[in-house]
């Protein structure tokens, strides 16, 4: 598999330098336009601003990019016939020369062949409502599991279970630290209700235990929940109602698979009269302001084996 890795991300690497991924499903799926490529390229000035080069992984006709140019972010944010590529569809991708944004799985495959240890998003995909009844654990846990990167992120998507879904990491081996808190988030909120073990007081801390882990698990990934804080995470009772609220009427509706989560967040942001579009922009906003941090920690401590 062959990956077009831009200039200055593959020079960096080679140096190196702090290098962060970023999953691009969240632009051209997670968020409305103009929010989404504006939200986009914010978050690489923000990984700039803290001493990092982000690398934004996708598909461009049939080329996996990693580091993508601010027009080929703009296609993925606009282009109608982009497809949410998770690690099973790169084949196909690559055979039918397809445009694609990548999940958190999918990012991790591309970023972890460039050898980038540090990866940023919003929310990862995690074990749905009901698994009983459905089998929906996301692609992203087993990828997190097996990728030698730290995987940032503001918890799960709100309306996954994420009792479940912490279970699941468990069961996968994945470390699971919170940022500077005791309960993991809970995506537009900032706290799940569900405590932790593992509290991460400072970048360096996560960064040495990331490079402990090397020897022991080489191929190994590790999670990093960061906690959205008041006055930008929503009250808990507000989120909390607007799922059951948008749960409720996808069961009504029928409305299931790849369809189930673009009619899930334009549900919830119509119940939260738009909050929940805030949230998630500036968590994700957050997000990166820590991944910054750990990306230059995870970096010198590289240099210090
Ligand atoms: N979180 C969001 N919006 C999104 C995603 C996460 O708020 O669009 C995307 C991420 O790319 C994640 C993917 O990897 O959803 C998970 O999809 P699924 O639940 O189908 O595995
Ligand atoms: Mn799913």
Same mark, same amino acid.
């Given at each position: 598999?062959?990956?077009?890795?831009?200039?200055?991300?593959?020079?960096?690497?080679?140096?190196?330098? %702090?290098?962060?991924?970023?999953?691009?499903?969240?632009?051209?799926?997670?968020?409305?336009?103009? @929010?989404?490529?504006?939200?986009? *390229?914010?978050?690489?000035?923000?990984?700039?601003?803290?001493? &990092?080069?982000?690398?934004?992984?996708?598909?461009?006709?049939?080329? =996996?990019?990693?580091?993508?140019?601010?027009?080929?972010?703009?296609?993925?944010?606009?282009?109608?016939?982009?497809?949410?590529?998770?690690?099973?569809? #790169?084949?196909?991708?690559?055979?039918?020369?397809?445009?694609?944004? $990548? $999940?958190?799985?999918?990012?991790?495959?591309?970023?972890?062949?460039?050898?980038?240890? +540090?990866?940023?998003?919003?929310?990862?995909?995690?074990?749905?409502?009901?698994?009983?009844?459905?089998?929906?654990?996301?692609?992203?846990?087993?990828?997190?599991?097996?990728?030698?990167?730290?995987?940032?992120?503001?918890?799960?998507?709100? #309306?996954?279970?994420?009792?479940?879904?912490?279970?699941?990491?468990? $069961?996968?081996?994945?470390?699971?630290?919170?940022?500077?808190?005791?309960?993991? %988030?809970?995506?537009?909120?900032?706290?799940?209700?569900?405590?932790?073990?593992?509290?991460?007081?400072?970048?360096?801390? =996560?960064?040495?235990?990331?490079?402990?882990?090397?020897?022991?698990?080489?191929?190994?990934?590790?999670?990093?929940?960061?906690?959205?804080? %008041?006055?930008?995470?929503?009250?808990?009772?507000?989120?909390?109602?607007? =799922?059951?609220? &948008? *749960?409720?009427?996808?069961?009504?509706?029928?409305?299931?698979?790849? &369809?189930?989560?673009?009619? *899930?967040?334009?549900?919830? #942001?119509?119940? @939260?009269?738009?909050?929940? *579009?805030?949230?998630? +922009?500036?968590?994700?906003?957050?997000?990166?302001?820590?991944?910054?941090?750990?990306?230059?920690?995870?970096?010198?401590?590289?240099?210090?084996?």
């Amino acid at each position: 598999m062959s990956i077009r890795i831009s200039d200055e991300v593959r020079q960096a690497i080679a140096e190196g330098k %702090p290098v962060v991924a970023l999953e691009t499903t969240i632009v051209a799926h997670g968020m409305p336009e103009p @929010t989404n490529i504006e939200t986009a *390229l914010a978050v690489e000035g923000i990984l700039r601003d803290g001493g &990092a080069i982000p690398a934004s992984v996708g598909l461009i006709e049939g080329d =996996i990019v990693c580091g993508l140019s601010e027009a080929e972010l703009d296609r993925l944010a606009h282009d109608q016939h982009v497809v949410k590529a998770q690690e099973r569809d #790169f084949g196909r991708a690559i055979r039918n020369r397809l445009s694609g944004a $990548t $999940t958190v799985g999918a990012t991790l495959l591309v970023a972890a062949r460039c050898g980038i240890e +540090v990866h940023v998003t919003g929310g990862i995909g995690g074990v749905a409502p009901e698994v009983g009844m459905n089998l929906d654990i996301s692609a992203d846990l087993p990828a997190i599991a097996r990728s030698p990167l730290i995987t940032i992120a503001a918890g799960t998507k709100a #309306f996954m279970d994420t009792a479940a879904t912490l279970e699941a990491m468990e $069961t996968l081996g994945v470390p699971v630290g919170v940022w500077q808190a005791d309960e993991f %988030p809970w995506f537009y909120s900032t706290s799940s209700g569900l405590k932790v073990e593992w509290r991460v007081e400072s970048a360096q801390e =996560i960064a040495e235990i990331f490079r402990a882990e090397r020897d022991l698990r080489p191929g190994a990934g590790m999670f990093l929940g960061v906690p959205l804080l %008041p006055p930008d995470a929503l009250p808990a009772a507000q989120t909390r109602a607007a =799922i059951d609220t &948008a *749960l409720r009427r996808m069961r009504e509706q029928g409305i299931t698979g790849k &369809a189930a989560t673009p009619f *899930l967040l334009s549900t919830i #942001f119509e119940e @939260t009269g738009g909050a929940s *579009l805030t949230a998630n +922009v500036a968590l994700i906003k957050n997000n990166a302001r820590v991944g910054a941090q750990v990306a230059v920690a995870v970096a010198q401590s590289r240099l210090a084996i």
